[in-house]
């Protein structure tokens, strides 16, 4: 896959992320990989807070929210091939 490509495959699920890490290339899109990491890992630390009852599902849905958009940031920057920071979580780096 080309740079464009992984890069758009890797916000697709976390499935995406990891055929684009796998299969992709993994230096052009690395910006990409990290971001759509960033956001799973995201997603996963919303999930656990969800299992606290009431505050947890009002604080666990407004980071859902949250994700939903930085996600849609993250996906149209791909297709733009820009290389954009997520808001709040795009500082993260977790692939060096």
């Given at each position: 896959?080309?740079?464009?490509?992984?890069?758009?495959?890797?916000?697709?699920?976390?499935?995406?992320?990891?055929?684009?890490?796998?299969?992709?290339?993994?230096?052009?899109?690395?910006?990409?990989?990290?971001?759509?990491l960033v956001?799973?890992?995201?997603?996963?630390?919303?999930?656990?807070?969800?299992?606290?009852?009431?505050?947890?599902?009002?604080?666990?849905?407004?980071?859902?929210?949250?994700?939903?958009?930085?996600?849609?940031?993250?996906?149209?920057?791909?297709?733009?091939?820009?290389?954009?920071?997520i808001p709040?979580?795009?500082?993260?780096?977790?692939?060096?």
């Open positions: 896959m080309d740079t464009r490509t992984t890069s758009i495959v890797a916000y697709l699920t976390w499935i995406g992320t990891v055929i684009a890490f796998i299969a992709g290339d993994r230096e052009g899109a690395k910006f990409h990989l990290n971001q759509a956001i799973i890992i995201a997603q996963i630390v919303c999930s656990i807070i969800m299992v606290i009852p009431v505050i947890g599902w009002v604080v666990g849905m407004l980071g859902y929210v949250f994700i939903l958009v930085c996600w849609i940031m993250g996906l149209v920057a791909a297709i733009q091939q820009e290389e954009k920071e709040l979580l795009g500082k993260i780096k977790i692939l060096q």
